[in-house]
Structure formats: structure tokens, C-alpha cells
């Protein structure tokens, strides 16, 4: 605002000018689409994935498992043949179960007289099916014994040895016919009551239910170093030895059939299945499926009814291939013996493991330039949201990208509330800022259930800005100085090539413009002198200049983004009998879009 003053009229005309700096329009595009996966990469992913579902961006989801150590039974729901102890899971014992041994070599003694159908005594006795008197060693001297080494037994150490027992075919030699069973555990010798036989082969048998050397239960190294045969009375005659084994075998097979493992668990997928087995002998087996109801079950395949088998130490079993998903998850072992049932697979650990959701995470996107100061009018997103889900938003904006990282996030009201409607009106609060960012909010309750964003999209457009500014000449108002009445276009304070005021409208008006002024009658008092006796003109000279009136005329346009400066030169006339005074008046320029 200026003045004017006028010779013992002083006029002072005050000035008021309409500035609006703004930065520059742009040609950019009036919105910003995220839609794919390297679009949402470029962002800060918290607990969020965009790999699972291209194009999307969903919870991640993180490892769990259920594990069963069998320090107790509470996840098994049936067994057979099968025992929990010490953590581990075996094969029950207790079948009766034997083995046969038969001569494999001559023993510690050999003293019989007589040698019949072999080469050697023990082959002489060795007969599976009898041969009778076709092979067979014999004797009539009273104290004499044949011994023979017997083939091992084939069991487990810790095997419970319950019986041995020594079978002999014998017949009389010659008028002699008494004799007894032998077996030498260690250094002991051990015989049967005395048998007398006829003319006729008949099988006779002597059972020891501990081993004579130590008095004690019978051990599988006892067993298998023990030798067999027969003792002299008064003769005999013998074809065939064995000894039978008896022992108490692991039952075959065991099943075992777990609870559900899952049960109350969120699942968005079944992974693996985990073992550690400790031992599976040579000749054991142990093997497992999997089902979804305890039902129907399959292999890690998928095949219905097939089975995968395990081997000895820590393995995993893939379950990727099923597809499976939800609480549900039961799995069946079946455990085999050896041959001898003496062996069991022993099992220590299974583990389940299963994926689930993260229950919230957030997508803090890239920085998004617009390239000019925006108007931001509406934030637009395609969601999915199963119940129990959500996905909902805020936007932080600056003037530069280096703000961004301290402004505050908004959401369509303030900073506690969030864009949970698609379409929704974006807060002013934004407007004029050039630099964006959104962030999602993802959050579920049922963490087997994830949102999913697909695409966001922030619309915006350019700002209306108007740079102008105006500066009087030597800042102090259109000052006229000392007038007399009847002066005509008496010049203001102005000088060739700066006039009384410059208009500047900045290159960075992104609007075409037109530049107007106006201004008010001078008073003072109750005397006036009208301001249409002011003129003003782009040039040093009244000629041709424009009359100053008291509502806004366009004095000339400005093209968006060109920028111009302009000269305005005012002149006034004083009219004759004008009452002396200080006189003022207001001026006023302004550019406004066309």
C-alpha cells in the first residue's frame, strides 16, 4: 500500500497488491498407481511378502511346529505292539519266539570210537532230516563225550534268553545203551538224566532254563559260545544234535496312530514332517503316513495308501506336494522287526511343521515425486479382506524428498485415523506438497488368513498457483509530491525506466493470468479529488495513457509459466479550487487467472 501528496495539496496513494507465490505447474500425469510386484518391492516390507501371489502383497508367513518327544503318550491316540518309555518308542517284547542252532564245527572234545557216513563227527550230526544209521558217531567207553560248536544264535544283545534245550537221536551201540545229553556253558559241563535206548532211533531232549556256569539267566554270548553233544554211560549211538533257542522276540508289527496335531493351530500350509530316529537295525523297518481326517491316508506324494519310509537320524519328510492346509494333521507309524525279532527301530522325536501368518505388517512405499506441488484429491485401492482381516492406510507428504522421513502421517482426519474406504477424499492437509508416500497397515485376527492388496492408486493435480508481486518506487507509496490546482498529469514519484510501481508475475505461475488495478478517490476531509484524474501508462509519458477508475480493469495478460515484469507510471490532474490538504487514496493491482 502507497500514497500520494500534492503541493499544498499533499497526495499519497496507498497500493495493494495480490500475491500468491506458488512453484511451477507441470505436465506430469494426475495420479499414482502401485500395481505390481516391483512396483511394491521398491517399498519397506515389514512382516509383508509380494512373492507367493504376483502382483500382490500379502502377510508373510512364518515357521511353526507341533513336537511330540513321547516323554508322555498325550499325543498318541492308539498304539499296538508298541511301548513309550524313556522318550523313545519301541517294539513290545514278549512273543515267544525260537531259534535253531545246529553243529557247525567239532567241539572242545571229541572221544567218541566210532565215526560213520562224514568226514568229520560234528557233519556226522549235523542232520536236518535224520539219516538214521546212514551217518552217525558212537561209542561203548564209559565217560567219553563228543562236543560240537553250534551256529550263533543271530540275536540282539539283551535278547531274554528263556530255555535252551538239546535235542539228541540216538539208538543202543552194540549190547551198550545208556547216555546222557552234554552241553558246556564256559568252563562247565552240564548233563541230562541218563536215557537208555533199544534197537530203534528215537529222539530224546534235555531243557536248561539257566546257564549252568554262572547260575544266572541265560545271555545271548553265553548262547552263542555254548557246545552240545553227548556223554557216554555205557555206549551209544548218535545221528543227530541240535539245540533250540527259546526267547522272548519283539511283537511285529506296531502301529501307532497320533492325535490330531494341529488342533486349534492356524494353518496356512503343512510343510514338513520331522523325525529323529536312533536306530533302525539291518532287517527293521519303519515307516509313516500322513491324513487329514484319520481316515484316508497318503505319502508325502499324495499317493492314498502309500507310505514313506524313515531312516536312522534326523530327517525331514516334504508335505509340500499335498497341498494341505487347516488345523487338521495325523500321521501313522508301523514298525517291523528282523527276522530273528530280536531288533527294534526305536523312535525319539516327530515334529510337524506348519506355516501360519504374521498378525499384522506393513507395505511403506517408495517416494513418489509429482513433480510439482499438488492438490491431492482422492486415494483409491483394490483390496482383499477375508473376515478377520484388514488393510488400511495413511499418507505423509513434504516439499522435499529429504522431508518425507519427518513428516507426520495422516489418515482422511488426522493422525489417528486411517483410509479403510476406497474413493476416499484425501486430507488437505496435504495440498501444495510435491513429495508422497502411503503406508499400509495389514493386520488379521485368524492367522491362517491373510489380506491382500493388489493395486493402490493416489490421484492428485496441479495446484493454481499465482506469483506477483509489486514494489513502489523507493518504497514509499505513489507519491506525487507538492501540487497547486488546476496541475495537469503531474507525474509521480517515478523515473524513465522504473515507474511508480513494478508488477512482476514469476515464471512459476502455473495459470494464464490477467493483470488489473484500480483504485479509490483521494480524500481528505470532506474534499475529494477523483481517481479517474490519475492515469497510468507502461511508458514515461502521459500520451496515450489509461484512466485510472474505481473498479478493476485488465491492464494486460501473462502467459503461464513466461514470467513478466511491467512499468507502471501513474500521472494526475489537480482540478482548480481544490481545497489544500493531505490527500490519500488506495491503489490496487492484482493478477488473477484468466
Known amino acids: 500500500m502507497h500514497g500520494e501528496k500534492i503541493a499544498w495539496l499533499s497526495i499519497v496513494a496507498l497500493v495493494l497488491a495480490v500475491v500468491c507465490p506458488c512453484p511451477p505447474a507441470s505436465a506430469s500425469p494426475d495420479n499414482w498407481t502401485q500395481t505390481t510386484q516391483a512396483e511394491f518391492q521398491t517399498g519397506t516390507l515389514s512382516q509383508v511378502e509380494t512373492t507367493t501371489s504376483l502382483g500382490d502383497v500379502k502377510l508373510n508367513t512364518f515357521s511353526n511346529s507341533v513336537t511330540d518327544t513321547f516323554a508322555d503318550e498325550t499325543k498318541i491316540a492308539s498304539k499296538s505292539n508298541l511301548v513309550v518309555t524313556g522318550g523313545q518308542v519301541k517294539l513290545t517284547t514278549g512273543a515267544s519266539k525260537q531259534a535253531t542252532l545246529r553243529p557247525n564245527a567239532n567241539g572242545s572234545k571229541i572221544e567218541f570210537v566210532t565215526l560213520v557216513g562224514a568226514p568229520t563227527h560234528y557233519q556226522a550230526v549235523y542232520d536236518v532230516t535224520p539219516d538214521d544209521g546212514t551217518s552217525y558217531v558212537g561209542s561203548e567207553v564209559a565217560n567219553s563225550t563228543d562236543l560240537f560248536a553250534l551256529t550263533d544264535t543271530g540275536l540282539a544283545a539283551g535278547t531274554t534268553i528263556n530255555s535252551i534245550t538239546v535235542y539228541g537221536r540216538a539208538t543202543k551201540c552194540g549190547g551198550s545203551k545208556d547216555w546222557r ?86 494353518v496356512v500350509s503343512i510343510d514338513s514332517f520331522g523325525y529323529n530316529v536312533s536306530s533302525i537295525p539291518a532287517g527293521t523297518s519303519l515307516k509313516v503316513q500322513f491324513s487329514k481326517d484319520s481316515t484316508n491316508w497318503y505319502n508325502s506324494a499324495g499317493t492314498l495308501g502309500g507310505w514313506d519310509t524313515l531312516s ?19 500321521y501313522k507309524m ?18 510337524v511343521n506348519f506355516s501360519k501368518y504374521y498378525s499384522s505388517g506393513t507395505l511403506t512405499s517408495s517416494t513418489h515425486d509429482n513433480g510439482y506441488a499438488a492438490d491431492f484429491t482422492t486415494i483409491s485401492f483394490t483390496v482383499t479382506e477375508p473376515s478377520g482381516t484388514d488393510i488400511k492406510f495413511q499418507l505423509r507428504t513434504a516439499a522435499t524428498e529429504g522431508g518425507l522421513s519427518s513428516a507426520t502421517w495422516y489418515g482422511p482426519t488426522g493422525t489417528t485415523d486411517y483410509y479403510q474406504t476406497s474413493g476416499a477424499a484425501i486430507n488437505s492437509v496435504h495440498d501444495g506438497h510435491r513429495w508422497i508416500q502411503y503406508k499400509a497397515y495389514f493386520s488379521t485376527s485368524d492367522t491362517s488368513k491373510t489380506p491382500t492388496l493388489s493395486d493402490i492408486t493416489i490421484n492428485y493435480n496441479p495446484l493454481e498457483f499465482i506469483s506477483f508481486t509489486v514494489t513502489d518506487y523507493n518504497n514509499d507509496g505513489v507519491l506525487f509530491s507538492t501540487l497547486n490546482p488546476g496541475q495537469l498529469n503531474q507525474p509521480a514519484d517515478q523515473t524513465a525506466g522504473v515507474g511508480a510501481v ?20 483521494f480524500t481528505y476531509g470532506g474534499n475529494t479529488i477523483p481517481i479517474s484524474n490519475v492515469k497510468y501508462n507502461n511508458t514515461n509519458t502521459p500520451v496515450g495513457a489509461s484512466t485510472l477508475t474505481g473498479s478493476y480493469v485488465t491492464w494486460y495478460t501473462v502467459t503461464a509459466g513466461s514470467g513478466d515484469i511491467h512499468q507502471c507510471y501513474h500521472w494526475i490532474s489537480i482540478p482548480n479550487g481544490q481545497v489544500a490538504g493531505p490527500y490519500t487514496s488506495t491503489f490496487f493491482y492484482q493478477a488473477i487467472k484468466q
Not at 513494478?502 to 478517490?521: P, W
Open 181 to 266: 545229553i552234554v552241553i558246556k556253558s564256559g568252563t562247565t559241563e552240564a548233563y541230562s538224566s541218563t536215557f537208555t535206548e533199544s534197537s530203534t532211533w528215537v529222539n530224546r531232549s534235555y531243557q536248561w532254563t539257566t546257564d549252568p556256569n554262572t547260575g544266572g539267566a541265560w545271555t545271548v554270548a553265553a548262547v552263542d559260545a555254548l557246545q552240545a553233544g553227548a556223554y557216554v554211560v555205557t555206549g551209544v549211538q548218535v545221528t543227530q544234535v541240535y539245540v533250540v533257542v527259546g526267547y522272548s522276540g519283539y511283537n511285529s508289527p506296531g502301529t501307532l496312530t497320533s492325535k490330531n496335531l494341529l488342533l486349534g493351530q492356524s
Open 312 to 330: 536312522q537320524g534326523t530327517h525331514s519328510i516334504g508335505l509340500s506336494g499335498l497341498g494341505w492346509s487347516g488345523p487338521n494333521f495325523y
Open 334 to 351: 508301523e514298525f517291523t522287526t528282523d527276522t530273528t525279532y530280536t531288533y527294534t527301530p526305536v523312535l525319539d522325536e516327530i515334529s
Open 502 to 521: 513494478t508488477l512482476t508475475v514469476g515464471s512459476e505461475t502455473s495459470v494464464n493470468v490477467n493483470v488489473q488495478l484500480k483504485g479509490t478517490d
